[in-house]
């Protein structure tokens, strides 16, 4: 069995999530984790689990503005975060959008700020959204991962990353089999 993690990253916590991720599924898939704009359609093709994540940008999804305020933050003199390569390409959002009918097993990530979802939103709840508007069959709740304000992993984040993607590759063996 195979599984695609693909991910957006700003700053590089979601794609230390997505890795952690990814080594937690490799207990029972073959897995590729890549970044959203290096995922092409073909990249689907033959897989059974498809794991997306993103950051939180303005309670959501990014857009193409709040990418390029990210590459700002990052400009800025005495910024202490560089963006990832890419970053202000083609986001999670966009390349959803760009995808037809999925016939895979699926479920999103996002990271944020630890406060209530009230006060930060959770791209994941888009981005499930969107998978399940594809023919994505949900395997589990969106999960998010939080990041300080300083925008460093929180500690133990990759760790509970790792635990969920091992959780998930149990789950989604014995659905895959009813499936």
Do not use: C
């Not at 940008?57 to 003199?77: D, F, I, L, Y």
């Not at 930060?120 to 949900?138: C, D, M």
């Amino acid at each position: 069995m195979r599984a695609v993690v693909v991910y957006e990253s700003m700053y590089g916590n979601t794609r230390a999530v997505a890795e952690a991720i990814g080594e937690g599924l490799r207990s029972t898939y073959a897995v590729t984790v890549v970044p959203v704009a290096r995922a092409g359609a073909e990249l689907l093709d033959g897989a059974t689990l498809l794991v997306v994540g993103g950051p939180t940008h303005a309670h959501g999804m990014s857009r193409p503005r709040s990418r390029q305020a990210a590459v700002e933050t990052a400009a800025k003199p005495g910024s202490t975060v560089s963006v990832e390569d890419g970053a202000a390409d083609v986001g999670v959002r966009e390349w959803l959008r760009s995808l037809g009918h999925l016939n895979l097993l699926g479920v999103a990530f996002d990271t944020r700020f630890k406060a209530p979802v009230a006060f930060t939103g959770r791209a994941s709840n888009g981005i499930t959204r969107e998978l399940g508007r594809h023919g994505v069959h949900l395997v589990a709740r969106p999960q998010s991962f939080f990041a300080t304000r300083e925008n460093r992993l929180q500690t133990g984040e990759a760790d509970r990353a790792r635990q969920w993607g091992a959780e998930l590759a149990a789950a989604t063996s014995s659905a895959v089999a009813a499936w």
